[in-house]
């Protein structure tokens, strides 16, 4: 049934997309009152989704960013969270998440070329003296992998479009380690480098570079750019002891801080992912903003707010009227 619901969406997309091209597609004004937090992860030269499917090209990014100012009100997070909304247009909050270099270099500049403002959600991976996220190891090593592999005693395959999937229930290996510890996931690593190291120089900065202490630094100086939590090692929340997501969220709280001399009160839990002690512990550390993903969760709370994500896989016309219609 899922599939064929997909099978139908897609029939739709190109039926939009070739109305379109004749003048007669939906239209993508903003009549529709909607208050929404978009969410970005990386930007690159050509929207690759070879490794995942968090990336879109600088210019598709550019392209809605010019759309956004000239059709919508685009506000801060914290503008967004006092609801300073212009009562005539759709409200828009740009958010990224996982810190990547990219922000700074092909996503700052579009930014400040329209001059709307976004929020960087970044991690601590730097404090522990680490540069690249430990799901983007995994993408990026799988090219390097045999065709099956033992993992924390799992059977994994690899399979077509970059997947590793588990042989008897077919779960992918991110969602996997998702629920494992910091300690389970690093062993994971460290063994995967050992057996089956891969030259990082063989892919673009791009897709693993994260922010260094420095850059983060420069950022939180630019007045169009708020800087936002997302946790240390980009752990699943959900999975730690209470204790254990408050020492987390209070480390990456207080790095950040150090690092740009501004109270950091906004968290992007990783994975969009959270239960009532993940609530808990957010508020107890201090912070006032808390955004998950879209339909993540079941839970209600005065200060979360859910966020829409981009889709790389469809075009520039179903992208807006997807966000204009609050789903896809």
Known sequence: MYNFQKIIQRIKWKWHDLRCAFGFGKSLTTEKKRDVILVYHGIDAIGSTAYNTRFISEAMFEKQVAYFAQNTHVLSLDDFFLERFSPN????????????????????????????PATFFITGIHSLNQKVLWP?????????????????GIRFCKKRKNQLLAKETGENVKQFLQKKSQAEIELVLSQLNTDYPFPLNAYHPDYYQTLTDLEIKFLGQNPLITIGAHGVFHTDLTVLSEQECLNELQKSKDYLEKLIQKEVSAIAFPFGTYNKKVLIAAEKVGFTQLLALDKMGNISHPQMRERFGINPFISYQNQILAIIEGKY
Request: avoid cysteine; proline fraction near 7%; aromatic fraction near 8%.
């Open 89 to 116: 247009k759709m409200n828009l909050a740009l958010t990224f998440d996982d810190g990547y270099q990219n922000n700074l270099t092909r996503a700052l500049p579009i930014l400040e070329k329209y001059k709307v």
């Open 136 to 152: 983007d190891v995994i993408d990026l090593t799988i090219p390097y992998l045999p065709k099956e592999i033992d993992i924390l």
